[in-house]
C-alpha cells in the first residue's frame, strides 16, 4: 500500500503540476471542509486517495481479465480435435465458429458425448431405457402420427449406459442422426428399429412413423446451413463413441469448413467497466464532496441564530466583541467531543487565530464572512467591523433585530424540510396504500366467484 500510496503520489504531483488537479479534488471546498487543517495538505492527500482508489480498480480489473485468459483455455486441438470427457462426467458442449467456404461463417453449438467404458456394474433395465428413448424421440413433431420434421434419434440413453442402432424399413428416409431427407409428397409410414445395447445384452424395438408433407414455408439460407452442420457435427461424435477426442469434418457436402474459437469479448468488457469504474469513482467522490458542501452551508444557517445569541448575551455582559469571539470559541472547543465538528465554530476558531497572530479586528471579521460564503455570516461580519467604533450599544440594537430575522429564517427551513419530507413519503405511503386495498378487495371478489 505505501508503494501505491507513493505512486499515487507522483501521478497527482504531476497533473496538479500541469494545471489539473481540479479532475480529482475540489479545493475549493476541501479548503472550507477543512478549515484548520492545512489546505495544500488536505487537497494533496484527497487527490492522491482518489488516485490510489483508482489505480487500485484497474489493477483489479486487470487482474480479473488475466483470469479470464488464462482460465479460458484452447479447446480445439490440432486437426481439429474435441476433447472427450471421462465416463461418468458428462457431456460437454463447445462453442465454435465454422468459416464455410463461399458462405460465411456461423458459430455452432458442438456437443460432444462423455467416452464410454465398458463396466462389470449390474445391466440397466431395458424397460427403462426404452420409456426413456421414447419419450423424446419425437423431437420437434408433435407425435410419431405427424412426422414433419428430424427425428431425434439418440444413440445413447439419457442417465443411463445404454447404447442405441437405428435401422429403418424404407431407406433414404432418415440419416442416422434422425434428419428428414426425403418429404413424400402424401403420408408414408416407416418403421424404425432402435436396437438397444447393454455391454453383452441388446433388444430390438419396432417404432413406428408416419412422415406427412409440411406446410408450406420459406427457410433461411442460414437455418439449412446450421442443419447441416449440426447433422455432420452429430456424425463426428457418433464416429467412435470410445475415443478420447472427436475430429471435426473438414467438408460438408460439396463446401469446405474452416473451424476456429469465437472471440472471446469478456476481457474487453471487464476491462471496459473497470475504467469506466475508475472513472466514475472519481465524478462520485466530486459529487459527493458537493454534497458535502451543501451540508456544511444548511449546518453553518442552523446554528447562526444560536452564535447570535451567544453574542449577544455576552456583549450584554459586558464583554467586548474580541472577548465574546473568544469565549464561544472557548466553550466550542470543551463541548465538541460530544457535540461533534460544526463549521460555522471550526471558522471562528480560525478568526481567532487570526486575531492572536496580531491581524487587525476589522480585518479578521471581513475574512471570516467570505470564507464561510453565506450570506447571513456575511452580514454579521459586516455588522462587527462597522460598529467597532460605535460602542456595543448600537451594535446590540442590530444584533437583536438580527437575531430575530435568523430565528424566523431558521423556523422557515425547518417547515420547507418538513414539507420536503412529507412528498417524499407520499409514493411508500400510496404503495402501502394499494396494498391495504388489494388485502380487502382480492377476497372480497373471490368469495363473490368473479
Not at 16 to 45: A, C, T, W
Not at 199 to 225: A, G, L, M, N, Y
Not at 304 to 314: A, F, G
Amino acid at each position: 500500500m505505501k508503494l501505491l500510496s507513493k505512486i499515487s503520489e507522483k501521478i497527482y504531483d504531476r497533473i496538479e503540476s500541469k494545471g489539473f488537479g481540479e479532475i480529482f479534488v475540489h479545493k475549493e471546498l476541501v479548503g472550507k471542509l477543512y478549515v484548520n487543517e492545512d489546505p495544500q495538505r488536505s487537497v494533496r492527500e484527497k487527490g492522491t486517495l482518489m488516485i490510489s482508489r483508482m489505480i487500485l480498480i484497474i489493477l483489479v480489473t486487470l487482474f480479473i481479465c488475466a483470469v479470464i485468459v488464462v482460465a479460458d483455455k484452447a479447446v480445439l486441438g490440432e486437426d481439429n480435435t474435441l476433447a472427450r470427457s471421462g465416463a461418468g462426467e458428462g457431456d460437454r458442449s463447445y462453442e465454435l465458429e465454422v468459416s464455410v467456404e463461399g458462405g460465411g461463417s456461423e458459430k455452432v453449438q458442438v456437443l460432444v458425448t462423455e467416452r464410454e467404458v465398458k463396466a462389470d456394474n449390474i445391466p440397466k433395465v431395458f424397460d427403462l431405457a426404452e420409456d426413456l428413448l421414447l419419450r423424446n424421440i419425437a423431437g420437434d413433431n408433435p407425435s410419431l402420427s405427424q412426422v414433419t420434421s428430424s427425428l431425434d434419434l439418440k444413440t445413447k440413453v439419457e442417465g443411463t449406459k445404454v447404447l442405441v442402432t437405428w435401422e429403418a424399413d424404407k431407406d433414404g428416409f432418415f440419416s442416422g442422426t434422425g434428419r428428414l431427407r426425403v418429404v413424400p409428397p402424401d403420408s408414408e409410414t416407416v418403421t424404425l428399429y432402435a436396437t438397444l445395447h447393454y455391454f453383452d445384452h441388446s433388444r430390438r424395438i419396432p417404432v413406428w412413423v408416419t412422415v406427412v408433407p409440411p406446410p408450406e414455408k420459406k427457410t433461411d439460407e442460414s437455418q439449412k446451413r446450421i442443419g447441416v452442420l449440426n447433422d455432420v457435427i452429430r456424425e463426428a461424435d457418433q464416429k467412435d463413441p470410445a475415443s478420447e477426442k472427436i475430429y471435426l469434418p473438414n467438408t460438408a457436402g460439396d463446401e469446405r469448413l474452416e473451424w476456429k474459437e469465437p472471440f472471446d469479448t469478456r476481457p474487453i468488457v471487464v476491462g471496459l467497466l473497470g475504467i469506466v469504474s475508475a472513472v466514475m469513482l472519481a465524478v462520485r467522490a466530486k459529487s459527493s464532496m458537493r454534497e458535502e458542501g451543501k451540508k456544511r452551508r444548511e449546518q453553518m444557517e442552523r446554528d447562526y441564530p444560536e452564535i447570535i445569541s451567544k453574542l449577544i448575551l455576552l456583549l450584554t455582559a459586558g464583554m467586548t466583541c474580541s472577548g465574546a469571539w473568544k469565549r464561544i470559541c472557548t466553550d466550542y472547543v470543551a463541548a465538541k467531543p460530544h457535540l461533534g465538528k460544526r463549521f460555522a465554530y471550526e471558522e471562528m476558531i480560525f478568526s481567532l487565530r487570526e486575531l492572536e497572530l496580531g491581524r487587525s479586528e476589522a480585518a479578521v471579521y471581513e475574512s471570516f464572512g467570505n470564507r464561510t460564503g453565506v450570506l447571513c455570516y456575511k452580514r454579521l461580519s459586516a455588522m462587527l467591523a462597522r460598529n467597532l467604533r460605535r460602542g456595543s450599544r448600537e451594535i446590540l440594537t442590530m444584533l437583536d433585530l438580527e437575531s430575530r430575522d435568523a430565528y424566523a429564517a431558521r423556523f422557515e427551513a425547518v417547515r420547507k424540510k418538513g414539507e420536503e419530507t412529507s412528498t417524499k413519503l407520499l409514493l411508500p405511503m400510496m404503495g402501502m396504500l394499494i396494498i391495504v386495498i388489494a388485502i380487502i378487495v382480492v377476497p372480497a371478489f373471490m368469495g363473490m366467484g368473479i
